[in-house]
């Protein structure tokens, strides 16, 4: 089993970053393939990005190419989005999400374990 806690949300102007952070216990992810979604009120949860396990493969939704970088440290258990240059239509409540499955996909049903998810909210 996997738990996962984001962290690193909140309101910033646009324009701005943020860093979120995952944080994974109860099992090393080391192995686990790991994304970043999103979903905005009344709208379906979103791909935003996701990582090989050794970090050596990246996947973007094509609105955030560019500005979003997504990146881990093994050693820590830990995923980072780093956002950059953020726009309004980027506010949602991110989740963090991990896959045992060795291969880097897009779709929600891809991952096993999700995290409770950490709000962005970009102003204009």
């Known amino acids: 089993q996997v738990q996962l806690v984001e962290s690193g949300g909140g309101l910033v102007q646009a324009g701005g970053s943020l860093r979120l952070s995952c944080a994974a216990s109860?099992?090393?992810?080391?192995?686990?393939?790991m994304g970043w979604f999103r979903q905005a009120p009344g709208k379906e949860r979103e791909f935003v990005a996701a990582?090989?396990?050794?970090?050596?493969?990246?996947a973007y939704t094509d609105s955030v190419k560019g500005r979003f970088t997504i990146s881990r440290n093994n050693a820590v258990n830990t995923v980072y989005l780093q956002m950059n240059s953020l726009k309004p239509e980027d506010t949602a409540v991110y989740y963090c999400?991990?896959?045992?499955?060795?291969?880097?996909?897009?779709?929600?049903?891809?991952?096993?374990?999700w995290g409770q998810g950490t709000q962005v909210t970009v102003s204009s």
């Open positions: 999400a991990a896959s045992g499955k060795n291969a880097v996909r897009t779709t929600v049903a891809w991952y096993d374990y």
């Open positions: 109860g099992r090393t992810v080391s192995r686990y393939v």
């Open positions: 990582i090989s396990w050794s970090g050596g493969s990246t």
